[in-house]
């Protein structure tokens, strides 16, 4: 059962080949089986045993609806009502959120049953699942690998076969890198597109939820039921959500792929170059045409990101100060005492490192010469991607300049760390939709292929990603002993 993509799963409950109860059963099971992952902070089995019986009910009355029964899972950074929301952090190890993050309000309505909250990167930073107070994750491909981050536990969840599809987040690449380390399909929407309401903020301006599945189709599902306007969140963009499964028969023949010439340069791993120019082949075989395209702003992608990002969370993690919700420091002395105990004991070394950063950078006589420039930086990009879009459909390249590294081969070197986002980091100065699908291995790990869209032309990645999967097998290999 737990094989089969959330298409398969809404067609077999439907036709009563099996209930949305033994479904959920089946990956509860699993998600014990299989712990040494720590894919995993908190199992919801109560709960999500209660709620499969609730649409087995409405199975049974013929009123599902598109999620009805499917069992899915939330990275950490999502808040649940009457459920620990940690965002991997021990400062709120014992905060129970008082509320539903639209995203889970919106998959919940749309009937699909809930497994439990994904481990990640403490606050959404990182790019391995290592800086998580829970520990890190590992890579189902190779168990001494990091599935990537910060939604390491939401692409190790899919790969491993622990939920059908799952939540995850965006802020400089977390959802496609983990994606591409971990072999299942990852779309980071449109800035805009689906609402930040209830998701603990890192970078406001670039944070954004989406989905991370097996299939191109189950991206589209899923996005379905999480996009969309919300007036709680003044960023959404009211703009009517197109029917995303309805697109994806659309054949490529003459879609023009742009390949912008610095994915391609110095710093990519050969051998993940192979595998994209294999993916990029099919592709050509599909009827696309791919051109050369430049975006010289590009290498400075990553200085800006480590400005804005840092200054943003600077502001967004005041909000955790020992005084009303998260991690209190024992007896303190005195209200100093208690903020800087509170938040030295409650926060890990990287989102310490963050905080010092963008405080710095926004510091009177620093904001200009830092914060000012990063943001202008941010516009020269946006300019690169406007022009090279303007003369093809999408742009196409790696995801990452390799594949899954080691647990603990980067953790003591951030500059290194941070350069496994030289990819996507771009994509969300910019606020466009992207996505990463399997495209090949590379030294047994999987490798994930980038497709860039346009703003709002969620509908045309997720067409552009289903025909490959069509054509090709890469998004159904599972993880040798997770069959
Ligand atoms: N790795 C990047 C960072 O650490 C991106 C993280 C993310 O997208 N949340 O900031």
Redesign the pocket.
């Known amino acids: 059962m737990y094989n089969k993509t959330i298409a398969e799963l809404a067609e077999g409950l439907r036709s009563r080949q099996f209930s949305s109860r033994e479904l959920t059963l089946a990956y509860l099971e699993r998600i014990s089986q299989h712990q040494a992952l720590n894919a995993f902070i908190t199992a919801t089995e109560d709960l999500a045993l209660k709620q499969a019986d609730a649409a087995d009910a409405k199975l049974a009355a013929g009123d599902a609806e598109p999620l009805t029964g499917i069992p899915i899972a939330h990275k950490d950074i999502f808040c649940t009502d009457g459920i620990r929301t940690s965002c991997g952090s021990k400062m709120l190890d014992n905060f129970i959120a008082p509320y539903d993050a639209t995203v889970v309000a919106k998959l919940q309505k749309a009937g699909a049953v809930m497994l439990g909250k994904l481990n990640m990167?403490e606050f959404?930073?990182?790019?391995s699942n290592e800086?998580s107070f829970y520990g890190p994750v590992k890579n189902p491909w190779d168990l001494n690998a990091v599935p990537g981050?910060?939604?390491g536990g939401s692409a190790a969840a899919v790969a491993a076969r622990l939920a059908a599809g799952v939540t995850g987040?965006?802020?400089?690449?977390?959802?496609r890198?983990p994606a591409g380390f971990c072999g299942i399909t990852g779309l980071k929407p449109t800035y805009g597109r689906v609402s930040r309401y209830g998701m603990i903020a890192?970078?406001s301006s670039?944070?954004q939820g989406g989905p991370m599945t097996r299939t191109a189709e189950d991206a589209a599902i899923l996005l379905q039921s999480m996009a969309g306007f919300d007036e709680k969140d003044s960023t959404s963009v009211d703009r009517p959500v197109p029917d995303y499964r309805a697109g994806l028969t659309q054949p490529l023949d003459g879609l023009k792929i742009g390949l912008p010439k610095e994915f391609f340069g110095e710093g990519l791993s050969s051998e993940v170059a192979s595998a994209i120019e294999a993916g990029l082949a099919e592709y050509r075989k599909l009827g696309a045409e791919t051109v050369e395209v430049s975006m010289p702003n590009l290498k400075l992608a990553i200085p800006a990101?480590?400005v804005i990002?840092p200054a943003e969370c600077s502001a967004n993690l005041s909000r955790f100060d020992g005084v009303r919700f998260g991690y209190r420091c024992e007896a303190p002395a005195d209200l100093t005492d208690l903020y800087t105990r509170s938040r030295g004991e409650g926060f890990g070394r990287?989102v310490k490192r963050?905080i010092l950063m963008g405080t710095y950078a926004l510091s009177a006589g620093y904001y200009d010469a830092y914060y000012i420039k990063a943001q202008k930086i941010r516009r020269l990009i946006s300019d690169d991607f406007k022009n090279a879009l303007s003369s093809v459909d999408v742009l196409m390249g790696p995801v990452a300049p390799s594949v899954a590294f080691g647990i603990g081969e980067k953790i003591g070197n951030p500059i290194e760390?941070?350069l496994?986002?030289i990819y996507?980091?771009a994509v969300?100065l910019a606020g466009l939709p992207a996505m990463s699908i399997p495209a090949g291995f590379a030294s047994d790990k999987p490798v994930g292929l980038q497709i860039i869209g346009n703003y709002f032309a969620e509908d045309r990645l997720l067409n552009v990603a289903h025909q490959y999967q069509l054509a090709t097998q890469w998004h159904q290999l599972t993880p040798p002993g997770f069959e």
Do not use: F, K, P, V
């Open positions: 990167d959404a930073m990182g790019s800086t981050g910060s939604s987040t965006d802020t400089g690449g977390s959802i890198q890192y970078a670039l944070d990101y480590y990002a990287e963050r760390m941070y496994s986002d996507t980091i969300n």
